[in-house]
């Protein structure tokens, strides 16, 4: 279990509130009394005798929140609060350890036996003795009972719009059989037409198709038609009287041209007759060559 002074340390270096109350010092759920002994050695000079003595818990908070002040003026505050002071040798290193900036420190006793510590107690209430709380509390007091007994007396009354027995009388008195039956009947006929029977074994199915009815209502009219082709060429708004005539003048320019140019390729693929040389065997050519050449000879 931690002890006062690692207590201390952390909720100081945590800027964590510390609490003191009921001449105790509360850490959230733990408390030690204000006068319980420490582990921190108290320093002692070379004349210095005697056993071992130890800070007390609340002169180590009165330093802490007394820090900013000089040596001087921190001992006489303590002094003039009946507080153990911490003595000037101490001061730096205890300060350091408890600021977090170093982790331990060589006045520290381990071996040293510590005080549990305890839960921390209820804040006390406290109680107004003098004669005018206690008189307002006499007067409240009487106003409650007064408010219980008007209450009582209103509850215990009887209600203006209530039934009234003296006045009640048979219905066969007042009305005739006749009429009771026709009422019954009426009263019948309309739980019929607004609760539905238990023998009845299409209801579950009615209720189905009903429910999916009101289903599919929503989806309708949720609905949105997309436009297509078909859509475009259907509508109302636009018409296509002259597309007959523009496709035939189309149909007739293209033809027009198509014969133009069958035309011009015709008369380039036709041949000059007069200018083709056909030349065919003749043996008396070849005579005649050999003759040129025995003359060249």
Same mark, same amino acid.
């Given at each position: 279990? !931690?002890?006062?002074?690692?207590?201390?340390?952390? +909720?100081?270096?945590?800027?964590?509130?510390?609490?003191?109350?009921?001449?105790?010092? %509360?850490?959230?759920?733990?408390?030690?009394?204000?006068?319980?002994?420490?582990?921190?050695?108290?320093?002692?000079?070379?004349?210095?005798?005697?056993? #071992?003595? +130890? +800070?007390?818990?609340? /002169?180590?908070?009165?330093?802490?929140?007394?820090?900013?002040?000089?040596?001087?003026?921190? %001992?006489?505050?303590?002094?003039?609060?009946?507080?153990?002071?911490?003595?000037?040798?101490?001061?730096?290193?205890?300060?350091?350890?408890?600021?977090?900036?170093?982790?331990?420190?060589?006045?520290?006793?381990?071996?040293?036996?510590?005080?549990?510590?305890?839960?921390?107690? !209820?804040?006390?209430?406290?109680?107004?003795?003098?004669?005018?709380?206690?008189?307002?509390?006499?007067?409240? /007091?009487?106003?409650?009972?007064?408010?219980?007994?008007?209450?009582? !007396?209103?509850?215990?009354?009887?209600?203006?719009?209530?039934?009234?027995?003296?006045?009640?009388?048979?219905?066969?008195?007042?009305?005739?059989?006749?009429?009771?039956? !026709?009422?019954?009947?009426?009263?019948?006929?309309? #739980? &019929?037409?607004? %609760?539905? @029977?238990?023998?009845?074994?299409?209801?579950?199915?009615?209720?189905?198709?009903?429910?999916?009815?009101?289903?599919?209502?929503?989806? %309708?009219?949720?609905? &949105?038609?997309?436009?297509?082709?078909?859509?475009? @060429?259907?509508?109302?708004?636009?018409?296509?009287?002259?597309?007959?005539?523009?496709?035939?003048?189309? #149909?007739?320019?293209?033809?027009?041209?198509?014969?133009?140019? /069958?035309?011009?390729?015709?008369?380039?693929?036709?041949?000059?007759?007069?200018?083709?040389?056909?030349?065919? +065997?003749?043996?008396?050519?070849?005579?005649?060559?050999?003759?040129?050449?025995?003359?060249?000879?």
């Amino acid at each position: 279990m !931690a002890d006062c002074l690692s207590l201390l340390r952390q +909720y100081n270096v945590q800027k964590k509130e510390i609490i003191e109350r009921d001449n105790l010092i %509360i850490f959230d759920q733990l408390a030690w009394p204000k006068h319980v002994k420490t582990n921190y050695l108290v320093f002692k000079g070379a004349k210095e005798s005697g056993p #071992k003595d +130890y +800070y007390m818990l609340e /002169s180590l908070l009165f330093l802490l929140k007394n820090v900013a002040l000089s040596h001087p003026l921190y %001992i006489q505050r303590a002094n003039t609060q009946k507080i153990p002071s911490v003595k000037l040798p101490d001061r730096k290193a205890l300060l350091a350890y408890l600021n977090g900036e170093t982790e331990a420190s060589s006045s520290i006793d381990k071996s040293v036996p510590l005080e549990m510590a305890i839960a921390t107690p !209820a804040p006390k209430r406290h109680r107004d003795n003098t004669p005018d709380a206690m008189k307002k509390a006499k007067l409240e /007091s009487k106003q409650i009972l007064e408010e219980k007994q008007r209450l009582a !007396a209103k509850l215990s009354a009887p209600k203006e719009g209530g039934a009234i027995t003296d006045q009640i009388r048979s219905l066969s008195e007042a009305m005739s059989v006749e009429k009771i039956a !026709a009422i019954k009947a009426k009263r019948l006929a309309k #739980k &019929r037409q607004t %609760i539905k @029977l238990d023998n009845d074994p299409n209801a579950d199915q009615r209720s189905f198709m009903d429910s999916e009815l009101d289903l599919t209502r929503d989806v %309708i009219k949720k609905e &949105r038609h997309h436009k297509t082709r078909t859509n475009v @060429l259907l509508s109302s708004g636009k018409t296509f009287d002259n597309i007959v005539e523009l496709l035939k003048s189309v #149909k007739a320019r293209e033809e027009g041209r198509t014969g133009n140019t /069958s035309g011009d390729m015709q008369k380039q693929a036709k041949p000059d007759v007069r200018q083709v040389v056909t030349h065919g +065997y003749n043996r008396y050519d070849q005579e005649k060559f050999r003759g040129k050449e025995g003359c060249n000879l």
